[in-house]
């Protein structure tokens, strides 16, 4: 199969030189999936975006309302959104109203959950002033508090303070 791209393609001595790589340094930082993470939900308002379809405001109008956030910043987040796979455009009408539209989360788009669960977490513990969490989490299903957990392949919980080692994984590109 024929693969055109204006990548460099890995050769046999950069698979070679890139296993032997063990600093994150070395690595093209551009395949980074933190970075790319970032190019999608990075921009002012995305996040907040996110958290509103997650807790079910779909409708642009209510989303415009809720956030207060100028309408052709909304426009440009949904639309990025969506063009990154992450929300998809759904047609509604209201009887007696033109033809509008709601976002909803693709599948995608829920996987990142707990990152929004992450930084809920961040600002309660950090950003709160004292004045503990505005909103608390439940699972719906038994009203269990929900709090993200890091877990290893093996079922090692994973604390905050614990070492994490990081090596090449198979799209790393060395510089």
Same mark, same amino acid.
């Given at each position: 199969?024929?693969?055109l791209s204006?990548?460099?393609?890995?050769?046999?001595?950069?698979?070679?030189?890139m296993?032997?790589?063990?600093?994150?340094?070395?690595?093209?930082?551009?395949?980074?999936?933190?970075?790319?993470?970032?190019?999608?939900?990075?921009?002012?308002?995305?996040m907040v975006?996110l958290?509103?379809?997650?807790n079910?405001v779909?409708?642009f109008?209510?989303l415009?309302?809720?956030?207060?956030?100028?309408?052709? $910043?909304?426009? %440009?987040r949904?639309? @990025?959104?969506v063009? !990154?796979?992450?929300?998809?455009?759904?047609?509604?009408?209201? =009887? *007696?109203?033109?033809?509008?539209h709601?976002y909803?989360?693709?599948?995608a788009g829920?996987?990142?959950?707990?990152?929004l669960?992450?930084?809920t977490?961040?600002?309660?513990?950090?950003l709160?002033?004292?004045?503990?969490?505005?909103?608390?989490?439940?699972?719906?299903?038994?009203?269990?508090?929900v709090? $993200?957990?890091? %877990?290893?392949?093996? @079922?090692?919980?994973? !604390?905050?303070?614990?070492r994490?080692?990081?090596?090449?994984? =198979? *799209?790393?590109?060395?510089?």
């Open positions: 199969m024929l693969v204006f990548r460099k393609q890995p050769t046999r001595r950069m698979i070679h030189v296993s032997t790589l063990t600093d994150p340094r070395e690595l093209d930082s551009r395949t980074c999936s933190i970075a790319r993470t970032m190019e999608l939900i990075g921009h002012p308002w995305t975006v958290r509103d379809l997650f079910g779909r409708r109008d209510e415009t309302d809720h956030l207060n956030i100028a309408r052709n $910043v909304l426009a %440009r949904l639309a @990025g959104l063009d !990154a796979g992450l929300v998809e455009k759904v047609s509604y009408r209201e =009887p *007696g109203q033109r033809a509008r709601e909803r989360l693709t599948p829920r996987d990142l959950r707990p990152v669960l992450a930084v977490a961040f600002g309660d513990a950090h709160s002033e004292g004045h503990g969490p505005p909103m608390l989490v439940e699972h719906a299903e038994c009203g269990g508090a709090e $993200v957990q890091l %877990r290893c392949a093996h @079922g090692h919980d994973i !604390a905050s303070r614990d994490l080692r990081v090596r090449p994984g =198979p *799209g790393a590109h060395a510089k």
